[in-house]
């Protein structure tokens, strides 16, 4: 199946500080999204690319559909402690009569050092 | 609207037994979905539904029954659990299948097979 390569596993940083992550995939997707998930809670959508090369901002936060098809990368400027999470990329590509299944990567946990 | 509700939070039970985990969503969305999160994974697609009466196998639905007789309501059933069977269970709806659409995941329920 298709696999997700997340990286780095998790972040410790000061407020203030840029963050970046990035998501490698083996297979080429058609829609590349990013989650956040807060402790205890489920994931919630923070920003989805449609196409290669496309570049979408929400506030603070920037990601990129990559040129290849095979990889995103999230930025987040200015980290402030509610950035505080598991952020999650998910890909998909068409699987079973068209229903588009999602791949999730493995997930970067942000932690912020007071 | 209270958008997705999972029941119960938490469950702890024992191997061989089985249980229903509850899932609704007051939204009309026809798309919805169980994933299983666990330690150092991305979310696994179990079971999806791309509307009433239809239910499809996702990446790991072996233990794993659900149906779907309303739009509203998606349980999902354990026929006799097992340790492997210890994850966190997302339900997730949207308004399709489309891998682009905004998924809206619940809180989660937090499953210990003993």
């Known amino acids: 199946g298709q696999q997700l390569n997340q990286s780095p596993q998790s972040m410790f940083i000061q407020e203030g500080e840029d963050v970046s992550m990035n998501c490698t995939s083996s297979?080429?997707?058609?829609?590349w999204l990013w989650y956040k998930q807060d402790p205890g809670e489920g994931p919630v959508l923070l920003i989805a690319l449609y196409k290669a090369g496309e570049l979408t901002s929400n506030g603070r936060l920037t990601a990129q559909f990559g040129i290849t098809r095979k990889d995103s990368f999230l930025n987040i400027s200015a980290s402030i402690p509610s950035d505080v999470g598991i952020y999650f990329c998910?890909?998909?590509?068409?699987?079973?009569?068209?229903?588009?299944?999602?791949?999730f990567g493995t997930g970067t946990r942000l932690t912020i050092i007071p | 609207n209270a958008g997705v509700t999972q029941t119960p939070k938490f469950q702890v039970l024992k191997t061989g037994q089985s249980m229903t985990l509850q899932c609704a969503q007051d939204m009309n969305h026809e798309y919805m979905s169980w994933y299983r999160q666990d330690p150092g994974m991305g979310l696994r697609l179990i079971h999806y539904?791309?509307?009433?009466?239809?239910?499809d196998q996702g990446e790991v639905p072996n233990g794993y029954n659900v149906s779907r007789s309303t739009t509203e309501d998606f349980p999902l059933r354990l026929l006799s659990a097992a340790p492997s069977q210890t994850s966190v269970y997302f339900c997730a709806s949207s308004y399709s299948s489309w891998a682009g659409e905004t998924q809206y995941f619940g809180p989660g329920t937090r499953l210990l097979v003993l």
């Open positions: 297979s080429i997707f058609n829609t």
């Open positions: 998910a890909g998909s590509g068409v699987w079973n009569f068209g229903n588009e299944k999602l791949t």
């Open positions: 539904s791309v509307g009433a009466g239809i239910t």
